[in-house]
């Protein structure tokens, strides 16, 4: 077991080289087109090997019965889903009416413009965050400096529009809120601009156990989605 371990170690480190001198190469010959473009797939092949992940066969039908199995015994010992699968709403009405939500599901939020989707979203997060998980969010409409205000209004229940001429308690207790977010584990970007930097960014994060929750808000301005 430990040659064979070793044996896959250095098949993953040939990988590695293969690809980082595609990389080298693509860029020294680099004719137009999109830097993004052209790192997209060798940068999530690089993240598939730093998540473990390796060109092995499908698994067989019986392996995949035997899985199920498995998680029925979860399903049966934990009286539901596994604890560690469940990312709850903030509210226990949405868990109650929609379920809580489980890791790898896609959640579309869709309304007409200024509903409060984006709102939503940041609530969402921000729950998520404090009761100690780790959430991606990838704002590409709003600063991330105005994602933390906003998300130190909705804890504080202070609108920002109030803070200037708030009483000293009620602007000292705002602040308070945004300190508390200091340490959640929020890692925020507004970089990403097409759905492959969004998904290699959320796989590298999530190969280092830093991803419960990935918030992308929203999906219409990315440039491979909106065109």
Same mark, same amino acid.
């Given at each position: 077991?430990?040659f $064979?371990?070793?044996i896959?170690e250095?098949?993953?480190?040939?990988?590695?080289?293969?690809?980082?001198?595609?990389?080298?190469e693509?860029?020294?010959?680099?004719?137009?087109?999109?830097?993004? &473009?052209?790192l997209? &797939?060798?940068?999530?092949?690089?993240?598939?090997l730093?998540?473990?992940?390796?060109?092995?066969?499908?698994?067989?039908?019986?392996?995949?019965?035997?899985?199920a199995?498995?998680a @029925?015994d979860d399903?049966?010992?934990?009286?539901?889903m596994?604890q560690?699968?469940?990312?709850?709403?903030?509210?226990? &009405?949405?868990? /109650?009416?929609f379920?809580?939500m %489980?890791?790898?599901q896609?959640?579309v939020?869709?309304a007409?413009?200024?509903?409060?989707?984006s709102?939503f979203?940041r %609530?969402?997060?921000c729950?998520v965050?404090?009761?100690g998980?780790?959430v991606?969010?990838?704002?590409l409409?709003?600063?991330?400096v105005?994602?933390a205000?906003?998300m130190?209004a909705?804890?504080?229940? $202070?609108g920002?529009?109030? $803070?200037?001429?708030?009483?000293t308690?009620? %602007?000292?207790q705002f602040? %308070?809120?945004l300190?508390?977010?200091?340490?959640?584990?929020?890692t $925020?970007?507004s970089?990403? /601009?097409?759905l492959?930097q969004?998904?290699?960014?959320?796989?590298?994060?999530?190969?280092?156990?830093k991803?419960?929750?990935?918030v992308?808000d929203?999906?219409?301005l990315?440039?491979? @989605?909106?065109g």
């Amino acid at each position: 077991g430990h040659f $064979i371990g070793r044996i896959l170690e250095m098949h993953s480190l040939r990988e590695v080289i293969k690809t980082s001198a595609k990389i080298v190469e693509d860029c020294y010959g680099y004719a137009g087109g999109g830097v993004s &473009e052209m790192l997209s &797939e060798p940068v999530g092949r690089l993240l598939e090997l730093s998540s473990g992940a390796t060109d092995k066969p499908e698994p067989s039908w019986a392996v995949v019965v035997d899985d199920a199995l498995v998680a @029925v015994d979860d399903l049966i010992h934990h009286k539901g889903m596994p604890q560690g699968d469940i990312v709850d709403w903030p509210w226990p &009405e949405m868990n /109650r009416l929609f379920s809580p939500m %489980q890791r790898g599901q896609l959640v579309v939020v869709g309304a007409r413009t200024s509903i409060g989707k984006s709102s939503f979203a940041r %609530q969402v997060a921000c729950s998520v965050a404090m009761n100690g998980r780790y959430v991606y969010f990838d704002s590409l409409e709003v600063k991330p400096v105005q994602i933390a205000l906003q998300m130190a209004a909705m804890g504080s229940h $202070i609108g920002l529009k109030r $803070i200037p001429h708030a009483h000293t308690k009620d %602007q000292d207790q705002f602040k %308070q809120s945004l300190r508390g977010l200091r340490d959640a584990g929020i890692t $925020i970007s507004s970089r990403d /601009r097409t759905l492959a930097q969004f998904v290699c960014r959320t796989k590298a994060l999530h190969a280092g156990g830093k991803v419960d929750l990935a918030v992308l808000d929203y999906g219409g301005l990315l440039q491979d @989605v909106a065109g």
